[in-house]
C-alpha cells in the first residue's frame, strides 16, 4: 500500500516537520497499485439516485464518494494504517478523532479561496473557528498538474488573527503572502500532510480536458468541549479487521457526530450536463417502469405470480417440489 520511502521516512521527522513547518510532503507515498485498486473500488460515474447504498454524489463541478469507510476497503486501510495513527499518536498529546474523509474527482473548473479547516459547525453551516489541534492528510490519485493544492508558508503560526473570517481573499494573501506561496504540483499517490491551521487551497483552475482525484481525511484532537464535532463515519463491518482500541477511539466509536456528510447534495448541484445525461439513462428505465406496470394492472397477481414461478422452473430446470 505505502512506498517504502513513506514508511521509511521517521514518525518523529514528519511529527516534527509538522510542528514547525505546519506541513509535511511524500511524493509517492502511495505505490502506483495501491491507487489504481483504489480508483477502481470508486465508479464515479455511477451516481446515486433512489440507490439503496452509499456511492458517489455530484456537487457542480466535483463528484464525491464521502462515505468510503462503507464503501473501499483500500482508503479504509489507508485511513486507519498503523503510519497514520503513529503520526497521530506522536502529534497528538490528548485523543483524536476522525473528523471527515471523502474521496473526491475535480473536473473542468475550480475556484477554491483560502481558507483554514479548524471550521465549528452547526448542521451543514460553518459557524466559527476552534483552536484544536488536527491534521489534514490528503493524497493525489491522480498526477497533479493542475489545481495544486496550496498552501502559505508559515500560515499556521498567524492564521489564529483570522479567525473572525471564513475566508481569506486572493487579494491579501497576494498582497502580502505571495512568496510564500507553495504549490504541490505533484505525482499520483503524493501525501500532503499538513495542520489544519495552515492557510490553504486547491489552486483556481480552468480546463475543460483536466480531471484530479484525491483522498482526504482530517484527524482532530476532539476536547470534551466539542462533543459532536465531526461528521458520521459510516463503516462496512467487513472491514474492520485491526479492530482495536486505538482504531475503535479514533473512529469514534460511541461518539456523538452532528454534522451532516460533506458535501451537502441535491438534484439542485448538478450541471445541467449531469441532469442531461441522468435524463438519458432515465429514458429507457421510465418506458421498462411503464410497460411492467401496464402489464401487471392489466394481469390478475395469481397470474404474475403464477408467471414467475413457471419462469423459474424452466430457468433453473427445476422439478416441482411435492407439495405444489
Ligand atoms: O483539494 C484540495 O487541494 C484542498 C481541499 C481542501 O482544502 C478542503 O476540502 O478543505
Ligand atoms: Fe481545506
Excluded at 514518525?11 to 511524493?27: A, H, N, P, R
Excluded at 490553504?200 to 483536466?210: C, G, I, L, S, V
Excluded at 482500541?245 to 449531469?274: C, H, I, Q
Amino acid at each position: 500500500m505505502f512506498s517504502l520511502s513513506f514508511l521509511n521516512s521517521s514518525t518523529s521527522q514528519i511529527v516534527s516537520d509538522l510542528k514547525t513547518k505546519g506541513y509535511f510532503v511524500c511524493e509517492q507515498a502511495l505505490i502506483e497499485q495501491c491507487v489504481e485498486e483504489l480508483l477502481q473500488e470508486v465508479d464515479f460515474n455511477k451516481i446515486l439516485v433512489n440507490t439503496n447504498d452509499v456511492g458517489v454524489v455530484i456537487a457542480y463541478d466535483q463528484k464525491f464518494l464521502t462515505h468510503c469507510l462503507a464503501h473501499s476497503k483500500k482508503s479504509f486501510d489507508i485511513i486507519t494504517s498503523q503510519k497514520v495513527l503513529d503520526i497521530c499518536k506522536q502529534y497528538f498529546d490528548d485523543n483524536y478523532k476522525l473528523t471527515n474523509h471523502r474521496i473526491y474527482q475535480t473536473s473542468k473548473v475550480g475556484n477554491m479561496p483560502w481558507h483554514t479547516d479548524n471550521n465549528l459547525q452547526i448542521g451543514k453551516k460553518l459557524v466559527s473557528k476552534h483552536d484544536m489541534p488536527g491534521l489534514l492528510f490528503l493524497f493525489y490519485l491522480s498526477d497533479v498538474t493542475k489545481n495544486a493544492f496550496q498552501l502559505v508558508k508559515d500560515s499556521h503560526i498567524w492564521s489564529p488573527k483570522f479567525n473572525h473570517e471564513i475566508y481569506l481573499t486572493e487579494s491579501f494573501i497576494d498582497s502580502k503572502y505571495k512568496k510564500d506561496i507553495l504549490t504541490f504540483s505533484m505525482k499520483k499517490g503524493t501525501l500532503i500532510l499538513c495542520d489544519i491551521h495552515a492557510v490553504h487551497r486547491a489552486e483556481p483552475f480552468q480546463d475543460k480536458t483536466y480531471t484530479r482525484s484525491t483522498l482526504l481525511f482530517q484527524v482532530d484532537q476532539v476536547g470534551s468541549e466539542y462533543v459532536g464535532h465531526g461528521e458520521k463515519n459510516i463503516v462496512n463491518t467487513e472491514y474492520l479487521d485491526n479492530l482495536n482500541l486505538e482504531v475503535m477511539e479514533y473512529l469514534g466509536f460511541g461518539f456523538k457526530r452532528n454534522y451532516p456528510a460533506f458535501p451537502s447534495t441535491s438534484a439542485a448541484t448538478m450541471t445541467p450536463e449531469d441532469i442531461f445525461s441522468l435524463q438519458k439513462q432515465l429514458l429507457p428505465q421510465m418506458f421498462k417502469a411503464f410497460t411492467k406496470k401496464l402489464v401487471t394492472s392489466l394481469l390478475p397477481g395469481k397470474i404474475v405470480v403464477n408467471i414467475k414461478r413457471i419462469l423459474w422452473l424452466l430457468k433453473d430446470n427445476k422439478k416441482t417440489p411435492k407439495n405444489n
